[in-house]
């Protein structure tokens, strides 16, 4: 059964960094990718970044690029989100996402429509 879990959240000053993890298990890991998205209260789910297992093509929103880097480390089935110099705009509830790439696509992609695995969600708060 898929699960995925996400940790590493938490409160960080502007400027500052930090890594979220997510630990993938019941799937055959290299046949998928992984996406992370983050929600705001009242707002739709966005897309930041995914990654595709398979090859490590990488994909970001235009938001995220050069401060955000998305890595994986197939021996532990697990995918990271480094996130570097967050602003209080990057608060959310961030979510990692499994896609099972049942099309053929040049790259992963940032819709969620493609995602059917998510995990239960982790908050990054962005204050001074």
């Known amino acids: 059964q898929l699960r995925l879990v996400e940790s590493g959240g938490g409160l960080v000053k502007p400027g500052g960094s930090l890594r979220l993890s997510c630990a993938a298990s019941?799937?055959?890991?290299?046949?998928?990718?992984i996406g992370w998205f983050r929600q705001v209260p009242g707002k739709e789910r966005e897309g930041v970044s995914c990654?595709?297992?398979?090859?490590?093509?990488?994909n970001y929103a235009d938001s995220v690029k050069g401060r955000f880097t998305i890595s994986r480390d197939n021996a532990k089935d697990t995918v990271y989100l480094q996130m570097d110099s967050l602003k209080p705009e990057d608060t959310a509830v961030y979510f990692c996402?499994?896609?099972?790439?049942?099309?053929?696509?040049?790259?992963?992609?940032?819709?969620?429509?493609?995602?059917?695995?998510w995990g239960q969600g982790a908050q990054v708060t962005v204050s001074s």
């Open positions: 996402a499994s896609d099972p790439q049942l099309t053929i696509q040049p790259r992963c992609v940032l819709s969620s429509s493609f995602y059917d695995g």
């Open positions: 019941g799937i055959t890991f290299d046949y998928y990718a």
């Open positions: 990654i595709r297992i398979s090859d490590g093509t990488t």
